[in-house]
């Protein structure tokens, strides 16, 4: 028998996605709250713009989820799980939900991060990140809204761009003047040359 969630998720064309998600969603049963925080989408515009030349549409985007039941609930099972992954493989195992031109779906991935943006850039600012250093981090978003709506002819996040944002949430790339870097772990054991 399907769950409640597997079958919201099959409403919204959402392929498999981690068990954890179930445990969130039974825990956040009988929950009225809106999934996204349309105090938090001004606050981080206002501090940090954001959304750019977006912010509206993100806005608009936010109320229409929040409007619809199972996107609603959808949307607040996978935030709460991208604030609980601890890592780039944890949070790119959510399914990406289908553009379809609604701006509800080209945004949605957006909306799933969107509470963890704030944990993002204080995990950055305690490790030492100026806000000069933190704006790179900011114009990401603007940057990948970009590039989706250069690709697709619609502003949003899709797929490649969760993940990209995620690895930027993380600390795990950031950028010096034109450089950007990505921290990763070397596979097996790298061994410092010997000097003469």
Partial sequence: ????????????????????????????????????????????????????????????????????????????????YCLRSDGYVMAKKLPVIKRDGSLERDFLMLMVMLPRIPVGFKRLTDHGFTKEELWDMEYAFISGMSIVEEQSGRPGIDGVYYGWLFLYLQGNIFRVDTMQFELRNLPGNVKQPERR
């Fill in 1 to 80: 028998m399907k769950t409640e969630l597997r079958m919201i998720a099959d409403r919204l064309q959402l392929g498999e996605y981690p068990e954890l998600l179930e445990e969130i969603f039974e825990s956040q049963k009988g929950s009225t709250a809106p999934a996204c925080d349309l105090a938090l989408i001004d606050a981080l515009q206002q501090e940090h713009g954001l959304f750019g030349k977006y912010y509206d549409l993100v806005k608009k985007a936010a109320e229409g989820i929040n409007a619809d039941p199972d996107m609603n609930l959808w949307v607040r099972a996978a935030a709460e």
